[in-house]
């Protein structure tokens, strides 16, 4: 299994950035699927859910109107569209795949993808 996140890089503050996730090695639609980021000496934070088939989106507070998560069953990817970027922001960005009941709240991920730095200058 495999889960390859792309997109990160260095923006300024107040600017927007996608990210993106390709997936293989598994059914995908069987997968929800979630972003996470983790900041230096922070723990992993959830940020966005997606469910397999209904489009269904969750997002964790922080985030909330400013992040938007989408997912294409054809492409086998995930994408996650920052805008409004803050410096708090900073972090290395990952996508991860639940089939778990608690998905929504960023529980029972158990495939992850190794991470892409976003960098958020002010």
């Known amino acids: 299994v495999q889960l390859q996140a792309s997109g990160g890089g260095l923006v300024q503050a107040g600017g927007s950035l996608g990210l993106s996730c390709a997936v293989s090695g598994l059914r995908f639609t069987n997968y929800h699927m979630g972003w996470f980021r983790q900041a230096p000496g922070q723990e992993r934070e959830f940020l966005a859910a997606?469910?397999?088939?209904?489009?269904?989106?969750y997002y964790g507070n922080s985030v909330k109107g400013r992040f938007s998560i989408s997912r294409s069953n054809v492409r086998n990817t995930v994408s996650l569209q920052m805008n409004g970027l803050k410096p708090e922001d900073t972090a290395v960005y990952s996508c991860?795949?639940?089939?778990?009941?608690?998905?929504?709240?960023?529980?029972?991920?158990?495939?992850w993808g190794q991470g892409t730095l976003v960098t958020v200058s002010s």
């Open positions: 997606i469910h397999r088939s209904d489009g269904a989106t």
């Open positions: 991860a795949a639940s089939q778990n009941v608690n998905w929504r709240q960023g529980v029972g991920y158990n495939y």
